[in-house]
């Protein structure tokens, strides 16, 4: 299971309300790229696919791809809007290493 903060969760609805994806799920995943061999995409989405993983955080339905899911198991998504830049970070207990901007990871 993905965790959601109250932080991410309230961005994340202001960005579908701006976007008018009202409706819409947070879809996470994890592709091969980035500075540490693996990196996250986040968007939004309106359609499960065959073998995707669906549960609900917070308030806010989260779904990810079966293979993707084995990487993520026990992250937690959160938001940051400090002076280092805005934006979601993954907290993810799997990981060994992390770039300095934590858009990638390595196992």
Request: hydrophobic fraction near 35%; charged fraction near 25%.
């Amino acid at each position: 299971m993905i965790t959601v903060t109250d932080t991410a969760k309230k961005q994340a609805i202001r960005l579908m309300e701006d976007d008018e994806k009202v409706g819409y799920f947070i879809r996470v995943g994890v592709q091969g790229g980035g500075c540490s061999g693996l990196m996250y995409q986040l968007t939004f989405d309106n359609q499960d696919l065959e073998g995707d993983k669906s549960f609900e955080s917070n308030g806010v339905k989260v779904v990810v791809d079966k293979k993707s899911f084995l990487y993520l198991v026990g992250t937690t998504l959160d938001f940051s809007g400090g002076l280092n830049g805005k934006g979601f970070v993954f907290v993810n207990p799997n990981a060994d290493r992390t770039c300095g901007c934590g858009e990638s990871f390595s196992l």
